[in-house]
Nanobody, 128 residues
Framework: QAQLVESGGGSVQAGGSLRLSCEAP????????MGWFRQAPGKEREGVAI????????AYVDSVKGRFTISQDNGQNTLYLQMNSLSPEDTAMYYC?????????????????????WGQGTQVTVSS
């Protein structure tokens, strides 16, 4: 069973950037939907960026479009989230998640309940 490990979180001032990484040592994510979710205190966990590793198609929640970029390395065992122009509203615990999907079909789910594998999370704090 794949274990996901996030890294790259931290504290940054508004307008700054961070890059999150998600690795699964010894595991290759071919034909997986992979995503970055975040959860702020008192709020539900929301999907912010999703990628299908089979064709690199991506999708983003409106609030991060144009600021965040999800990508994968060529070996398909590391997932990234480049976050630019960060604002205090982006403060949250960020989680990497994945589930297997053989065909791209209609795309990847944005529902957290469909994601089978989860990391422990990495904290992102943006100060004004």
């Amino acid at each position: 069973q794949a274990q996901l490990v996030e890294s790259g979180g931290g504290s940054v001032q508004a307008g700054g950037s961070l890059r999150l990484s998600c690795e699964a040592p010894g595991y290759t994510f071919s034909r997986y939907c992979m995503g970055w979710f975040r959860q702020a205190p008192g709020k539900e966990r929301e999907g912010v960026a999703i990628i299908y590793t089979g064709n690199s198609n991506t999708a983003y929640v409106d609030s991060v479009k144009g600021r965040f970029t999800i990508s994968q390395d060529n070996g398909q065992n590391t997932l990234y989230l480049q976050m630019n122009s960060l604002s205090p509203e982006d403060t949250a615990m960020y989680y990497c998640a994945a589930y297997f999907q053989f065909f791209y079909g209609g795309g990847c789910s944005r529902s957290r309940s469909d994601y089978k594998y989860w990391g422990q999370g990495t904290q992102v704090t943006v100060s004004s």
